[in-house]
């Protein structure tokens, strides 16, 4: 089992960056593909971006294709999404999510974190 805690929200001025980190548990976090995935009230929760066991191939959606990044760094048992050129529709909680393929499928993920709130202003 992989335990994720996710950190590094807040509130951020449009135009401005952020950079969320996800710090797994577990000893074996390295074999596991990471996502990002974030839900605004009253919609659904969206795919944001992945990331492959060993930190290659990572993988975006479009609407922040450009923007964000996502690294990781097993060592550390962290994986991180950097967040720049922020909009308001960026404003949401992000989870952070382990599973075995890095896909836009929020079903084939097996281990959430809480979330953190990240809020943009106009």
Known sequence: QVQLVESGGGLVQAGGSLRLSCA???????????????????????????????GNSPYYADSVKGRFNISRDNAKNTVYLQMNSLKPEDTAVYYCAAGLLPIANRQTYDYWGQGTQVTVSS
């Open 24 to 54: 797994g548990s577990g000893r074996t976090f390295s074999d596991y593909a990471m996502g990002w995935f974030r839900q605004a009230p009253g919609k659904e929760r969206e795919f944001v971006a992945a990331i492959t066991w060993r």
